[in-house]
């Protein structure tokens, strides 16, 4: 472990916008490191993907990471977790970490009762990730698993606040809440952008766990001392149209000022458009 803080970048991925939660938690909390955010936008959403199309495409980002001589890795995507964490942490020279082992922690934390719903993607509902995950640690629990791929199409149209919001995240924990789930996991980086719709809704009937926050928590432990200078800043990758994913960060995050550099997809690898 570095005695003295590294100035090297720490990688964020998601198949669009939805790690910006997870960027946004980093950066609330270690605003002094330097964050290389990219997402995979021509391949969005991840969702409808078998696991095996996303382990591969999230292999193409580990290299791209390394070659950019990253300190740490995060995927800030539950579902390229779900397909890719063990492969890369096998493959990677530096720290990879997944949010959703955190958020599996903080939920048996949190829950009194034991009984846990997660929210996700349909890939990782049918991985069954969180399910298993919970039930490693504490065979007692009930886990309630929900996908609800409405709400990740919503955020990466910068939709997250309104009635059609409102109504669709009634839709999608309204089983959860019947059979008292008293935590809910928003096991889609995409889900917390409307996380206050959720607290609206959910009310006093649950704890909601964000697995982005948990992870970013745990950046000081595997990397040991972050940098506390004011000199922190933000490189944003796509790989798809920049301008239009400069406009829907803007509308999730207006901290996300910088135009984004476009990465092309060839032959299976990125390659840096200038
Ligand atoms: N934000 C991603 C997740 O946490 C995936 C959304 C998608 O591409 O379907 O699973």
Redesign the pocket.
Known sequence: MPINPDPRPIGMF???E??LTVLKRAWDLYPGEHYLYAADSVH????TRSLAEVRKFFMGFLDFFISQHVKAIIIA???ATAAALEIAQAHSPVPVIGVIQPGVAQALKSSKTGVIGIL??EA?YRAEVYPRALKALNANVQALAAPC?VL?TMVEAGQTDGPQVEKRVRHCTRSLLAQHADTLILG???FPHMEHIFAKVVADQAVIVDPGLATARLLPTILGPLNTTDDGAIRFYTTGEPKQALHIARILWPKMSEQPRQLHWHQGQLVELS
């Open positions: 998601d198949s669009g939805g790690g969005f959403p991840y969702g995507c539950n579902t996700s993607t990782t791929p990740v889609c980086t995409h």
